[in-house]
């Protein structure tokens, strides 16, 4: 059974900083591409950071210099290290997985909660 927790999430003020996790069971997290995403209220979701299984990442011009993907292979964990937050990045926000021969996320996780004021 796949499962993906994501933690991390709260409320701060513009400018702050924020680490999200998610923690995989299930999955040897390293051996898959991981990515989060993001959903504001009334907006379609965002694709904002991947890191592939080979450690590539690329980050979405949204936050790229502000947010960082990494990953905890001992620990089974992805990041999201968010810094200079706006009013803009507040969302739902959703780390997903998929293996690397397919297109689609197939395991998500429930999502953590980022509000910025």
């Known amino acids: 059974h796949v499962q993906l927790v994501e933690s991390g999430g709260g409320s701060v003020q513009a400018g702050g900083s924020v680490r999200l996790s998610c923690t995989a069971s299930g999955i040897i997290l390293s051996a898959y591409d991981m990515a989060w995403f993001r959903q504001a209220p009334g907006k379609e979701r965002e694709g904002i950071a991947r890191?592939?299984?080979?450690?590539?990442?690329d980050h979405a011009d949204s936050v790229k210099g502000r947010f960082t993907i990494s990953r905890d292979s001992a620990k089974n964990t992805l990041y999201l290290q968010m810094s200079n937050l706006k009013p803009e990045d507040t969302a739902m926000y959703y780390c997903?997985?998929?293996?690397?021969?397919?297109?689609?996320?197939?395991?998500w996780g429930q999502g953590t909660q980022v509000t910025v004021s």
């Open positions: 997903a997985a998929r293996q690397c021969w397919t297109s689609t996320y197939q395991y």
């Open positions: 890191l592939d299984h080979d450690g590539r990442t």
